[in-house]
């Protein structure tokens, strides 16, 4: 299977989910044009508090429809765009992907991935029982966090549903991704 973009949100507000657009525009360094988060530093909310000139290392929020359409099989009344993901995708692992991998949408657009979502209160407030539906513990008792990635973006890009995603591995060994 081919992997790709489902569809694409954005919100110039920081609210919780985004509303699905026909395209959103990439811009290198800062993110989704006319999102609230566009920016070279840090502009959610609760990281600005701590340190406003921090590096923005959270441009783009990537989730997998797979994930909507599980948790959908158990109630969750979820669809692209509800958890705040700007792009939603299908075909690829986004979780399993190593921190630096490198991801073309579309023609030219290109994001490096740099972390973990990590699931908030937010979900919970959105649906309750949703932020712990989202996370997980592997064989070892790990925490897993299921609520998608983040990443920069490198190159200018428009991004529309049914674009193709092609992954592109960081050069070294792969380093595991991690809450950002």
């Known amino acids: 299977m081919t992997a ?7 919100d110039s507000g920081h609210r919780f989910g985004k509303p699905v657009a026909d395209v959103i525009t990439l811009r290198a360094g800062l993110g989704v ?16 508090g701590r340190d406003p000139s921090a590096p923005n290392l959270r441009q ?44 073309r949408l579309g023609e030219d657009a ?19 029982g949703l932020q712990r539906a989202v996370l997980g513990r ?12 983040m990443a920069v973006v490198l190159r200018d890009g428009v991004v529309r549903p049914g674009d193709p995603i092609e992954p592109s591995p960081p050069p070294g060994p792969p380093t595991p991704l991690q809450p950002v």
């Not at 790709?4 to 954005?10: K, L, S």
């Not at 290109?110 to 309750?128: H, S």
Request: proline share 3%; charged share 20%; glycine share 12%.
């Open 4 to 10: 790709n973009v489902v569809a694409v949100a954005r």
């Open 33 to 48: 044009e006319g999102d609230a988060h566009f920016g070279a530093t840090v502009q959610h909310r609760s990281r600005v």
């Open 60 to 103: 783009v929020h990537l989730v997998g429809a797979e994930l909507l359409d599980e948790l959908a099989a158990r109630g969750f009344d979820v669809w692209p765009g509800a958890i705040g993901e700007n792009v939603t995708t299908r075909g690829i692992d986004l979780l399993g992907l190593a921190t630096g991998t490198v991801l």
């Open 110 to 128: 290109l994001l490096a991935v740099t972390g973990l979502r990590n699931p908030c209160l937010q979900l919970e407030r959105f649906r309750p």
């Open 138 to 149: 592997d064989a070892d008792g790990t925490l897993i966090r299921r609520a998608g990635v």
